[in-house]
């Protein structure tokens, strides 16, 4: 029997948010562009999850918009009391919760993966600690994030260590400048403070970092502190 995605139109009072989403919206944004475009990207339903798994912040712009009194978009019908009703997808559901938190994972990471993305620009869409606790819950692990990049997220807390103990890093950088002249810059960042949990994430903060100082020439070395 195929499994079929069908379509059905839902009260947007009705609709259950997932209530562990990590992800971070943007919801000014989103009603700019439902305003602009309408409303052409049906959120999911996973009813192993018992809520929607994908477009939480697309419903949350809807709620906001029609509270401020907006006129509905395209896309948006009406009941008969009034209240704005928006396409959903049913029908294809994870086999567990587990492998429905891991979809909404990976449905939020493949819009930003490719090109030179790295793990920090995927971090940046999250609460850090939300995202931490599905990642350490997810035995199977993701398409969009290997098992380094979960160990990173996640952490590695040492017994004989408090893991909410907060410490601080800095980092030299060396840089070669456009004109093939060695310089160094020391202490042009941090410290940086975090608990010592999340530790191993100083790395790819670093070469974050390195990014946003790269007109300043090409880094050469990092060390840090």
Known sequence: MVE???????RIDQAALWDRNPKQHDIGALVQSIERYGFRDAPIY??????????NGRLTALRMMMQQGHEPPR?????????????V????????????????IDHNNLVVTGGDTELWDILALYDRQALADIAASIEDGFVTLDSASVEL??????????????IAWSFQVHFKTTRGEQKELVGLVGPYFMPRSRRKLMPEF??????SYAREGTPMVVVDG
């Not at 896309?75 to 396409?87: N, Q, S």
């Not at 997220?153 to 907060?166: R, S």
């Open 153 to 166: 997220i996640v952490g590695n807390n040492d017994d004989d260590q408090d893991p909410d103990e907060t």
């Open 4 to 10: 079929r995605i069908r379509i059905e139109y839902v």
């Open 89 to 104: 997808q049913f029908g294809i559901d994870a086999a567990s919760r587990m492998q429905a938190e891991a979809f909404a």
């Open 46 to 55: 996973d009813s192993t999850l018992e809520a929607i798994v994908a477009g």
């Open 75 to 87: 896309g948006i019908a009406l009941d008969e009391t009034g209240m704005w009703c928006a396409p």
């Open 206 to 211: 670093f070469a974050a970092m390195l990014k």
